[in-house]
């Protein structure tokens, strides 16, 4: 209980201060994306990298996957953040960048796409994943 | 990942094109073909080599629903250039999908998975029988239930969107009007389009009618909205008792809300009239309740909310009730009015809005139909996919297979279900003669109806054949619980002239009910009694 309470409040606390740090670079944490511009701004032209997950409200493993990947970026503090795309919304942008199986967890850095995860993950399989694109 | 019915046929179509293909080699018509040497040419040159030539598209595909969607995908396999139009106009009250059809959004699969979420209610009910202990307070949330099939739907949307993607097949959010014989034009977010193409396909379908009387429009719904209707449906009247109407009747009354079906003239007109007799027997003992040679005359909106719905007997006799829902299934209308098609020069049939079309080929010979909008054809979502695939192979791939619209088997999904497949006793009576047609039939008991003690008298099952030689099988009519998965291999067996006494030594599978098929042996004219053997029933 204790712990879980912590958690969550560090987490609170971690977004809100990546929140004040954003006010140069709106980049971190996790967001939805809104349109197409959007996606430009935050995701395109960030040289930071972003994880932009592909989802959809009707998908199962999507609605698995969010509460996981929230819990691997929330102990990363800050070092690389979420884009959420709902696929229904922006079927444009899942074509131009190819996916076709939801949930995807593409990785974008200055423009490009630099790595991809297909498919439901445990929080062990994030993990390394995202320490491997930190290293990168 | 969601299976979409298209692409599991695709493992039937192959066994089917070889029958199909001692059948209709001399079938091919000549006459269809077009009278320009396109054809022949698009024909005799390697796939891949295709080219659009003058025009923009090799194959502009109007309705991106079943038959529209195979036909243009197997159309691109084969290396034509293909866009498909697709474009939903909101139903009166505002439903409106996405891609892929009827039978996707508002069909048969939303209806299966009433029908489904229907048969689990039963089975909850039978299950205590069985030693299951499960509480009183059984209830069924409507929400729960529309928000599931809603999602999966959407996710089906999605895999066909990517699969148009993956196969190239351009896809384009607009309605379609012909401009001219080679041109449709047609309106999307980014403006207006006119598209060019060698050939064309008609793939529009059609949707549900309203009764003319006043109140239909503002206060009813159709089967466009039942599946992702905001409320609970409550208290429901169904005007009209074919299939459509009586599956809603069926999952609704499964599902808890009072459901009264209101019938013109006939149930189920065009299938087996004993059959549609025991299946409205089985619905009144389900509690669907039915009024008979009725018509609706009005629909009101009381200050309650509720809807006052008036109608006629055939005495003219006027009454009324209360309802929280209306849903007319009088019937669809195919949506060639909004075509223009006379700019094209296709001609529309006698009923004033079908197209009638000869190996889907319409009287202007590079235009084509398939699906739904076809004349006196059956409009299932099988029937389209198949025609579909199989013109986009004769256009383009150098096949001369023609569909073959015969003995194509088909289900209707009531609470005990319908399959059936060939032809009724009254059309075989009037196409042979009562003389020279055997019928055998039974009502059997299914082993599993015992212990919840579930009511077998309308578990009843037929066989149409020819009275002479081995019996050539013109129809099967099968009512009981899983009647649509039954039926499916009878129809394979069917399309290869199965007889009385093929189906008489071949050995079942027990206990099943499709066994029952391979038991009959009282036939109609003997005058036996066709209830089996029993115990205390």
């Known amino acids: ?136 | 990942m969601p299976c979409w019915g298209c692409r599991a046929k695709s493992y039937n179509t192959k066994s089917v094109q070889k029958t199909g293909n001692e059948k209709n080699k001399n079938q091919s018509n000549l006459k269809n073909k077009p009278e320009n040497n396109e054809l022949g040419c698009a024909a005799n040159i390697s796939a891949k080599n295709i080219s659009a030539g003058e025009y923009d598209y090799d194959l502009v595909v109007i309705g991106g629903g079943s038959g529209g969607l195979a036909a243009a995908k197997e159309a691109t396999a084969l290396g034509a250039k293909v866009a498909v139009l697709d474009y939903v106009t909101p139903s009166p009250i505002g439903t409106k999908w996405g891609l892929g059809g009827t039978c996707v959004n508002v069909g048969c699969i939303p209806k299966k998975l009433m029908h489904q979420a229907a048969l689990l209610g039963e089975s909850i009910h039978d299950a205590k029988s069985y030693g299951w202990q499960i509480g009183d307070n059984v209830s069924h949330s409507w929400e729960s239930l529309r928000d599931a099939i809603q999602a999966h739907i959407k996710s089906v949307n999605w895999v066909t969107r990517v699969e148009l993607r993956d196969k190239k097949v351009e896809y384009i959010n607009g309605l379609g009007t012909f401009k001219d014989a080679h041109t449709v034009q047609t309106v999307t977010k980014q403006g207006e389009r006119n598209l060019t193409a060698r050939y064309f396909l008609i793939a529009v379908g059609g949707r549900p009618k309203y009764s003319n009387i006043p109140g239909a429009l503002e206060y009813g719904i159709t089967s466009d909205d039942i599946f992702s209707l905001n409320r609970v449906p409550g208290k429901t009247i169904i005007v009209g008792a074919g299939y459509i109407g009586l599956e809603c009747a069926g999952f609704l009354k499964g599902l808890g809300y009072d459901a009264t079906v209101m019938i013109r003239s006939v149930p189920l007109r065009g299938f087996d009239q004993q059959m549609a007799g025991i299946i409205v027997e089985e619905m009144r003992d389900k509690g669907v309740k039915f009024l008979h040679k009725c018509l609706p005359k009005s629909v009101e909106k009381l200050d309650s909310g509720k809807l006052k719905v008036s109608w006629v007997n055939e005495a003219s006799e006027e009454f009324n009730d209360e309802f929280d829902t209306i849903l007319f299934a009088i019937g669809r209308r195919a949506l060639t009015k909004e075509l223009n098609l006379e700019n094209a020069g296709v001609k529309i049939a006698g009923d004033g809005e079908k197209i009638d079309a000869v190996n889907e080929q319409t009287n202007v010979s590079h235009i084509f139909a398939v699906g739904d909008v076809l004349y006196k054809k059956p409009e299932l979502t099988p029937v389209a996919i198949h025609a579909g695939r199989l013109l986009a192979r004769r256009l383009f791939g150098n096949s001369t297979i023609n569909m073959d619209y015969d003995n194509v088997a088909t289900t209707i999904f009531t609470p005990l279900e319908y399959g059936c497949v060939g032809i009724s006793e009254e059309v075989a009576i009037k196409r042979y003669g009562e003389d020279n047609i055997e019928v055998y039939h039974g009502y059997y008991k299914p082993t599993e109806f015992f212990i919840p003690q579930k009511s077998i008298v309308h578990c009843y099952l037929k066989v149409v054949a020819l009275r002479e030689g081995d019996q050539k099988v013109l129809g099967l009519h099968f009512i009981g619980p899983q009647a649509g998965e039954v039926i499916q291999g009878f129809a394979a067996a069917l399309k290869c002239n199965l007889t009385v006494n093929a189906l008489m030594s071949t050995v079942g599978i027990h206990p099943t009910i499709a066994e029952e098929f391979t038991r009959i042996n009282i036939t109609k004219r003997s005058g036996k009694d066709p209830n089996p053997a029993s115990c205390c029933s």
């Open chain 1, 1 to 136: 209980m204790n712990t879980l309470i912590t958690r969550s409040l560090s987490r609170q606390f971690g977004a809100l201060g990546r929140r004040t740090l954003a006010t140069t670079q709106l980049k971190s944490g996790s967001f939805k994306v809104q349109d197409d511009k959007d996606f430009i701004d935050k995701v395109e032209n960030s040289k930071e990298p972003v994880i932009v997950d592909f989802f959809a409200t009707w998908c199962g493993p999507c609605k698995a996957l969010e509460p996981r990947l929230e819990n691997v970026i929330a102990q990363r503090k800050g070092d690389i953040s979420v884009a959420k795309v709902d696929i229904d919304d922006l079927g444009e942008l899942a074509a131009k960048y190819e996916v076709s199986t939801i949930p995807a967890l593409v990785v974008f850095q200055n423009g490009k796409v630099k790595e991809r995860l297909v498919g439901l993950q445990d929080e062990d399989k994030l993990n390394l994943w995202i320490d491997n694109i930190l290293k990168k």
